[in-house]
Antibody, heavy 118, light 106 residues
Framework: EVQLVESGGGLVQPGGSLRLSCAASGFTFSSYSMNWVRQAPGKGLEWVSYISSSSGTISYADSVKGRFTISRDNAKNSLYLQMNSLRDEDTAVYYC???????????WGQGTLVTVSS | EIVMTQSPATLSVSPGERATLSCRASQSVNSNLAWYQQKPGQAPRLLIYGASTRATGIPVRFSGSGSGTEFTLTISSLQSEDFAVYYCQQYNNWLTFGGGTKVEIK
């Protein structure tokens, strides 16, 4: 089955760190660029970060630049998001999403909830 | 950053009726526009890409149109399972999403 499964979410204090993982299966992970997209409770969708298939191109939203780091391990079919200096406003469900052949995000995981609170 | 604006924020429609949702980009995104459906507790589901191409398995009652800065998603005859929040997304320059349109039962 073609799927993405996120993990690593949880409760963290402001200023803390968390590492999210996304496990891909059912397709050739190394051939696809990937994104992280988040959704604050009751709010809309916000793109967070992008990484190309070979990790040669990486980009971040201004809201997380300098605090978050995206990476991938094609041998392990896995995508990661290292989140440092977390703020209350980073509280959200974080989705990993595949960039499909047509350029848009055609496959999404079920999401993992990150709560930043003291 | 390209800003995407959706209207209306909420659309009240009776089952069987037609729903028309709008999305406007702050600058041209060509045809690099997608529509997603999201239900509570679920991930977004891709409906339309390339402004007008239905994704695999999407019913023909969903159609998209437009190019440049003005786009429309039309649901020709609303079914019970179509009541949800709909987002547009531009992928011409990274990704940005509209604020969403909630389609609710009238």
């Amino acid at each position: 089955e073609v799927q993405l499964v996120e993990s690593g979410g949880g409760l963290v204090q402001p200023g803390g760190s968390l590492r999210l993982s996304c496990a891909a299966s059912g397709f050739t992970f190394s051939s696809y660029s990937m994104n992280w997209v988040r959704q604050a409770p009751g709010k809309g969708l916000e793109w967070v970060s992008y990484i190309s298939s070979s990790s040669g191109t990486i980009s971040y939203a201004d809201s997380v630049k300098g605090r978050f780091t995206i990476s991938r391990d094609n041998a392990k079919n896995s995508l990661y998001l290292q989140m440092n200096s977390l703020r209350d406003e980073d509280t959200a469900v974080y989705y990993c999403a595949r960039r499909g052949t047509h350029g848009t995000t055609d496959l999404w995981g079920q999401g993992t909830l990150v709560t930043v609170s003291s | 950053e390209i800003v995407m604006t959706q209207s209306p924020a909420t659309l009240s429609v009776s089952p069987g009726e037609r729903a028309t949702l709008s999305c406007r980009a702050s600058q041209s995104v060509n045809s690099n526009l997608a529509w997603y459906q999201q239900k509570p507790g679920q991930a977004p589901r891709l409906l339309i890409y390339g402004a007008s191409t239905r994704a695999t398995g999407i019913p023909v009652r969903f159609s998209g149109s437009g190019s440049g800065t003005e786009f429309t998603l039309t649901i020709s005859s609303l079914q019970s399972e179509d009541f949800a929040v709909y987002y547009c997304q531009q992928y011409n320059n990274w990704l940005t999403f509209g604020g969403g349109t909630k389609v609710e039962i009238k």
